[in-house]
C-alpha cells in the first residue's frame, strides 16, 4: 500500500510526500483485531478477521495499483491512498 500527500510548501514550490505501508502490516490479524477494537465492531469474530485479513492479500495481487481513496483539500492538498 502506498499513500502519497502532495501540496505547497512555498508560493512556487510543491511538496510530495510517499509513505510506502507493507501489505503484511494492513492484512495481520493482530492489527486487524485493533482495528476492530478500537473502532468498537462488535460483532467481528476471529473467522471474519482471518477472511478479511486473505481477501485484502488477494486484492493486492490482483489489483496491484488500486486506488482507494483520492482527496483534495480546497487549499491544495492531495491525498491518494493505493493499494
Known amino acids: 500500500m ?7 510548501r512555498e508560493e512556487k514550490k510543491k511538496a510530495k510526500i510517499s509513505i510506502p505501508v ?3 502490516i494492513l492484512s495481520s490479524r493482530f492489527i486487524l483485531r485493533k482495528i476492530a ?12 478477521i482471518k477472511t478479511i485479513s486473505k481477501e485484502i492479500r488477494k486484492a493486492k495481487k490482483n489489483f496491484k495499483k488500486l486506488l482507494l481513496v483520492d482527496v483534495e483539500s ?7 491512498i493505493y493499494l
Open 2 to 8: 502506498r499513500i502519497i500527500i502532495q501540496g505547497h
Open 22 to 24: 507493507p501489505t503484511f
Open 74 to 80: 480546497n487549499d491544495g492538498v492531495k491525498v491518494k
Open 37 to 48: 477494537k478500537k473502532a468498537q465492531f462488535e460483532n467481528l469474530t476471529k473467522e471474519n
